[in-house]
């Protein structure tokens, strides 16, 4: 009874430990309850595995709580908008202000992350204009809370939160962080760039060389670090992004706007007489393509989203995501190339 008394909530457990259940919403409680029981063990386990000590996860798990605010944001992210509701949240004059005088602020080491990893430094500003204003809004989530709530009582990406739990562990442990004051978003994501633990973990570079790699306090560590992301996950300097479409008909019955999915086509598949680049650009149709739809108030947009834009998607799935990032980034160099 040790451990089970340890990992579940107090009133939780004594509802299981009475096993009575007067009323279905009883019997539902009680299931989630033994469901989240058993994938908490499983949890010890595999902490154990990694060197950690029973003791060590309990504690850990102790200072956790479930969450219902966490699941209520995951169901209803702001992705899930048309993008002509979408867009507006973050393509706004504030935020680009806000940029450029980050932008000129840190110049020089935005300069040397775009040179050092190869990466075009407007992404590097824009994403994090688009995630955390700069450092304005990291979010007020207790970070084991999310991914706490999310891994244990969230079914539909239970095992991916609880791998980021696992992650979130080591995490705090590797780079002496303060669990008890460690807040993100509702997914466990923190600091300037948003990193969830295992991006933390892997790509975060200690970029001014003190030491420490620090997303939470320190803005030459996350430019660093997002410049990192982008290039261990593909990015081309200087290619093209994303291209708009003209289309004289709808798309080809066998291409199918992209979802999420790897990149399976290339230009030349999508590119034809009726489906064309609306503007004049000499590019490479062998490359890998997929088709972006933007979904505006009567119609829609169409896109054609190249390596880049896909590898925008490596840091948030969302195709909405991604061209509120690529856009938002074409406006802060066309402002900042002006200065």
């Known amino acids: 009874m040790k451990i089970l008394s340890k990992l579940l909530p107090p009133l939780l457990f004594a509802t299981l430990s009475l096993g009575t259940s007067a009323h279905t919403s009883d019997s539902k409680l009680a299931s989630e309850e033994a469901s989240a029981l058993a994938l908490k063990s499983e949890f010890l386990q595999t902490q154990l595995a990694l060197g950690f000590s029973e003791k060590e996860v309990e504690t850990f798990l102790a200072t956790a709580k479930f969450d219902q605010a966490v699941i209520d944001a995951m169901t209803k992210p702001w ?17 680009l202000n806000a940029g450029l005088d980050f932008w000129k602020e840190h110049e020089v080491t935005v ?27 990291m979010g007020n989530y207790p970070v084991i809370d999310a991914l706490y709530t999310l891994g ?11 791998k980021e739990l696992s992650n979130l562990q080591t995490l705090t442990k590797e780079e002496r962080l303060d669990i008890n004051n460690l807040n993100g978003s509702y997914a466990g994501a923190m600091g300037f760039g948003q990193f969830i633990p295992s991006s933390y973990r892997h790509y975060a570079v200690d970029f001014d060389n003190d030491g420490q790699r620090d997303l939470l306090n320190n803005p030459v560590d996350a430019i660093g670090s997002v410049a990192n992301y982008f290039h261990q996950h593909g990015w081309v300097e200087k290619a093209p992004v994303a291209i708009p479409l003209t289309m004289s008909a709808g798309l080809p019955s066998d291409i199918q706007v992209w979802a999420g999915e790897r990149i399976h086509y290339q230009a030349s598949d999508i590119l034809s007489p009726s489906v064309s680049l609306a503007e004049s650009i000499d590019l490479d149709i062998s490359q890998p393509a997929l088709v972006v739809e933007l979904e505006q108030e009567l119609s829609s947009d169409y896109w054609l989203g190249l390596n880049n834009f896909y590898v925008i998607t490596r840091y948030n799935r969302s195709p909405l995501y991604a061209m509120a990032v690529y856009q938002f980034s074409q406006k802060l160099k066309k402002a900042h190339d002006a200065l």
């Open 111 to 137: 300069s040397r992350a775009a040179k050092e990893f190869g990466v075009d430094p407007e992404i590097i500003i824009a994403i994090i204009g688009i995630e955390t204003f700069y450092g304005g809004y």
């Open 79 to 95: 992705e899930a908008k048309p993008w002509h509701q979408y867009h507006p949240i973050f393509l706004t004059e504030k935020r």
């Open 152 to 162: 244990f009582y969230y079914p539909p990406r239970a095992t991916f939160f609880r």
